[in-house]
């Protein structure tokens, strides 16, 4: 070993076996996570899939059934209607989130006192879901504040969301919006910092106008960062549980806000059908890793990358 | 990367944009204006005259009879110590790990970094019916363990994000260590996490962010009240007081939100960068 490739972790001194040595160290290292991750994710990933082909209400031995379990969930009316929330969810809230942060990015970017109102809009973003939650419940009751805005302003009659099937899924998209509003709001004026404000000038200068200058030059200029966040966005609405939970109470009316997670939850834990449940996990797993794929196909076409 | 301070705000026009924006950020904390004014409302108010904006008359009780109602002293504890074991934990692992993948090279080390990235991708949700039934197995359901072992052992993106951190720190450093004869440990306790310290205590927001407002994995794994973490403890509110007297659900949520909320007043500059750094991966 007298001539060992240089590497990232430095030059080794001339001591003989040092590198050999050197490794376990690397190992030693590592070695918490990398058991933790063995332990408490790659095995309980690996059992979520044995899991998924038994029939196991938590007591005794796991009954192998086959595929019975997905042949049941993927017929399953309950699954069918979480799925279809959940993509709702997200099919509203990141477009809509994720618009209304850059356009707030941009405005905020140069307000004076940004800091102050940078608070304002992320004060939701520290807020626990289920605080969240309890607080859009009062404001959402049929005697609430926001139904009796409506009344007074307008004379509509009182509109319980929480009650309705429909307007309880548009509840939960308004909230999601809402407390991630702030987030993406930094990440987003984080990119624009990245801008030189010489491309700006010379766009205006050539006379483009402010509308003009957001869709021609900060938005093409931002498309990795929206790539990137709307590729998050969409994985954690996925992943909706808390708000639902709380604040619809469970599965909402009429299951109008079951979600995939709550599905999870509901199957495991509410009625101890450990195989179901476990099926209807590797059925998020299979739609998370579609979904993207699908973002990342898009991303060849639309998002510019500077060379 | 500084979000707060880098451009120097430009006051042409601005003051056209201050009245919109002002009422777009009222909007934003309005839902928390009206938790705090709820809190102070009485039971005959709520329920004759909903709307009304301030308290009448001003109810000063809801916050002691919500702290009263339920263990919340034992809750804030609970929360407490359970975060900071967490990130103190979590700091450490995640940070020896990404120093043993960019700098010490051993045999299986790419493939092994690969298995952390795509674990990364599997949501949380996924295994939470296994996970439940190991805990179960080791004896860890309604207890914390179940909540700080698991999240200070397994946090791929943190050991990711550190990993960035450490290939900033110049390998010159730590040569200049080696030649003195300096251990591998040595060199990581003396040399890289002082370098890494602003990173580090970016993470470190986002695992107490994460450890403090985790709520699926309480409400799966504990039983006791005495146990409950403050997110699980106020979810119990919901059914308590049958929808009605929610001044005491508000002052209950209040009590859970409003310290959270000074901290973060406090602290906002470093919270807003960290989220705003780990939000980009590191970038």
Redesign the interface.
């Known amino acids: 070993m007298t001539a060992a490739p240089l590497v990232a972790g430095g030059r080794p001194p001339a001591r003989r076996g040092w590198r050999e040595r050197d490794k376990y160290w690397g190992m030693a290292f590592v070695a918490p996570q990398a058991l933790g991750m063995l332990l408490f994710t790659l095995l309980p990933f690996a059992a979520a899939f044995l899991l998924a082909f038994t029939d196991w209400n938590g007591f005794g031995m796991p009954e192998f059934i086959g595929f019975d379990n997905f042949a049941d969930q993927l017929t399953s009316p309950l699954l069918g209607r979480a799925i279809l929330n959940t993509m709702v969810i997200a099919l509203v809230t990141v477009p809509i989130g994720l618009f209304l942060a850059i356009v707030a990015a941009v405005v905020l970017n140069k307000i004076r006192g940004r800091a102050f109102y940078l608070v304002l809009f992320f004060a939701p973003v520290v807020t626990s879901s289920v605080a969240i939650a309890l607080i859009w419940q009062q404001l959402l009751r049929a005697d609430g504040v926001l139904s009796g805005s409506l009344t007074r302003l307008f004379g509509i009659a009182p509109i319980d969301w929480l009650g309705d099937p429909i307007l309880a899924l548009l509840a939960v998209c308004l909230v999601t919006i809402w407390a991630s509003l702030g987030l993406n709001v930094v990440i987003f004026m984080a990119g624009l910092q990245s801008i030189s404000p010489s491309v700006m000038e010379a766009a205006a200068i050539d006379g483009a106008g402010p509308v003009a200058r957001f869709f021609r030059i900060i938005l093409p200029l931002l498309s990795p960062i929206v790539f990137y966040q709307s590729v998050v966005a969409f994985i954690s609405s996925l992943q909706t549980f808390d708000l639902v939970f709380v604040l619809v109470n469970n599965a909402g009316p009429d299951n109008g806000t079951r979600t995939i997670v709550y599905h999870i939850y509901d199957l495991g834990f509410a009625k101890s059908q450990f195989g179901l449940s476990s099926a209807a996990s590797i059925v998020l797993l299979g739609l998370t890793l579609v979904i993207t794929a699908i973002q990342f196909g898009a991303q060849k076409k639309f998002v510019h990358y500077e060379s | 990367?500084?979000?707060?301070t880098?451009?120097r705000?430009?006051?042409r026009g601005?003051w056209l944009?201050?009245p919109?924006?002002?009422a777009?950020?009222?909007l934003?904390?309005a839902?928390?204006l009206?938790?705090l004014l709820?809190s102070f409302k009485g039971l005959p108010q709520l329920l004759t005259d909903?709307?009304s904006i301030l308290p009448q008359p001003w109810v000063f009780t809801n916050w002691a009879d919500a702290w009263n109602a339920l263990p919340f002293g034992r809750a804030y504890a609970n929360s407490i110590y359970i975060t900071v074991l967490v990130v103190a934990g979590t700091l450490?692992?995640?940070s020896?790990?990404a120093?043993?993948?960019?700098?010490?090279?051993?045999?299986g080390?790419t493939v092994?970094f690969w298995?952390?990235l795509a674990?990364q991708?599997?949501?949380?949700?996924?295994?939470?019916?296994?996970?439940?039934?190991?805990m179960a197995k080791i004896g860890w359901v309604d207890s914390h363990l179940a909540l700080i072992i698991?999240a200070?052992?397994?946090?791929?993106f943190g050991?990711f994000l550190a990993r960035q951190f450490i290939a900033s720190v110049p390998?010159e450093l730590?040569?200049a260590a080696?030649?003195d004869g300096a251990?591998?440990?040595r060199i990581?306790w003396t040399i890289i996490l002082p370098a890494i310290r602003p990173g580090l205590g970016a993470l470190g927001i986002i695992v107490a962010?994460d450890a403090?407002?985790n709520?699926?994995l309480p409400?799966?794994l504990l039983n006791s009240t005495d146990l409950f973490t403050?997110?699980?403890l106020?979810?119990q509110?919901?059914g308590q007081f049958g929808?009605m007297n929610?001044g005491i659900?508000?002052a209950?949520?209040a009590l859970?939100?409003v310290p959270?909320?000074i901290a973060?007043?406090i602290g906002?500059?470093q919270?807003?960068e960290s989220?705003?750094?780990s939000?980009?991966?590191g970038r």
């Open positions: 990367m500084t979000v707060l880098t451009t705000p430009r006051s601005s944009k201050h919109l924006v002002l777009a950020a009222l934003m904390v839902p928390f009206w938790m709820t909903p709307l450490l692992t995640t020896m790990a120093y043993g993948f960019a700098r010490i090279p051993f045999k080390s092994l298995v952390f674990m991708m599997v949501p949380k949700q996924v295994t939470l019916v296994p996970f439940y039934f190991l698991p200070i052992m397994v946090n791929p050991v390998v730590e040569e080696m030649i251990s591998r440990w990581y962010l403090w407002n709520f699926l409400l799966v403050v997110p699980l106020l979810s509110f919901q929808g929610y659900v508000m209950a949520t859970s939100t959270m909320l973060f007043v906002q500059r919270i807003i989220l705003a750094t939000g980009l991966g």
